[in-house]
């Protein structure tokens, strides 16, 4: 096992910045990875059961398309996972079938060997492209999407407790903050990797991308002259994967209806403890407790631990029911019937 380095200077404690929404391409590549390993059981098993149950209703050649360019072990091309997925899955799709075709040799060539079908790919050419974004687009619609609510909860709560780290001390207390998984010991931000490797990022800062399918280690990209990022796990609460929107999350929804929890949920908007919404709210701790737990089950609220306390904090869907503004639900488009080239 080696050690991941990333080496700060004054300018990029400056630069450095928690992603604003989970990136669904970091979370697409990342998931498919689990999906092929045994990584994580207890954390990942029972979605890995249902997210293999959705693949098997999609056309046969898509798994294989996804599980080659994602592999269960080693490296994944960088062009999976473009800045522009911050914006939402469109906007990354698009730069992922953008890719020059240069770098689309370079980075699929380096995986070694590729089935038959990979050759238009490799070559830029379009028949191939339109595989690629069939199946990431199949992929993320049908096995990611439906569990896209609770990515954004967990996602949600990671970065309400990187908020209270830099109120309370600035970049610095952020970075401290991704213990255990990184270890900040000013000028070095480190981590266990895979290999040894140093990113010295010479004024470009870091761009902090909390993940809910990342496991144990973080994750960067290959290339060090693309913008710095590393991709971190979030922490994952008991039966995270909830239910789909599909399941009987729909009847926890429902139970909103009440003014003390949509008071509740209304004042985690802005993330804190139990005891402090108790206090806003004007409810005992007990009470607010109970709706807390309702809203966290319904995928509209989130809990993740904070030193000796537990902070809860509304997640981007229970932002939406109050009427903040947030980025546009991801996609739930139909599957086109599209056979892979021979």
């Not at 070694?112 to 595989?131: D, H, K, M, Q």
Request: with cysteine; glycine share 10%; aromatic share 6%.
């Amino acid at each position: 096992m080696g050690v991941l380095r990333f080496h700060f200077t004054a300018a990029d404690l400056g630069r450095t910045r928690v992603a604003a929404q989970p990136d669904p391409l970091w979370e697409l590549v990342l998931s498919a990875n689990l999906l092929g390993n045994r990584e994580g059981r207890a954390v990942f098993d029972r979605w890995r059961v249902d997210a293999r149950a959705r693949i098997r209703t999609l056309p046969p050649w898509l798994g294989g398309v996804v599980r080659n360019l994602a592999p269960p072990k080693g490296d994944f091309p960088d062009l999976l996972t473009p800045l522009a997925g911050q914006h939402g899955i469109e906007a990354g799709l698009d730069a992922v079938l953008s890719t020059p075709r240069d770098r689309l040799t370079r980075e699929l060539t380096a995986l070694g060997p590729l089935p038959r079908w990979a050759g238009p790919l490799v070559r830029g050419e379009r028949a191939g492209l339109a595989l690629l974004g069939q199946a990431l687009d199949g992929y993320y619609t049908h096995v990611l999407g439906p569990y896209w609510p609770r990515v954004e909860a967990l996602v949600a709560a990671d970065q309400a407790l990187r908020a209270r780290a830099f109120m309370r001390g600035g970049v610095s207390a952020v970075l401290d903050s991704l213990r255990p998984c990184l270890r900040w010991q000013a000028p070095v931000l480190e981590a266990d990797y895979p290999q040894d490797r140093d990113v010295h990022l010479d004024g470009r800062g870091l761009l902090l991308i909390p993940s809910a399918f990342c496991w144990r280690l973080p994750v960067t990209w290959i290339d060090p002259a693309l913008p710095p990022v590393v991709v971190y796990p979030v922490h994952h609460t008991p039966q995270w994967w909830g239910t789909s929107q599909e399941g009987p999350g729909r009847d926890a929804l429902a139970a909103l209806l009440g003014a003390t929890r949509a008071a509740v949920l209304r004042a985690a908007a802005t993330g804190d403890s139990c005891g402090e919404l108790a206090r806003r709210v004007g409810k005992s701790v007990s009470i607010t407790s109970y709706h807390l737990n309702v809203l966290c089950e319904a995928g509209l609220a989130a809990s993740v631990p904070d030193g000796p306390r537990t902070l809860y904090t509304a997640t981007a869907l229970g932002l939406r029911l109050l009427g903040h503004n947030s980025t546009p639900d991801a996609r739930r488009g139909t599957l086109r019937s599209v056979a892979p080239p021979m």
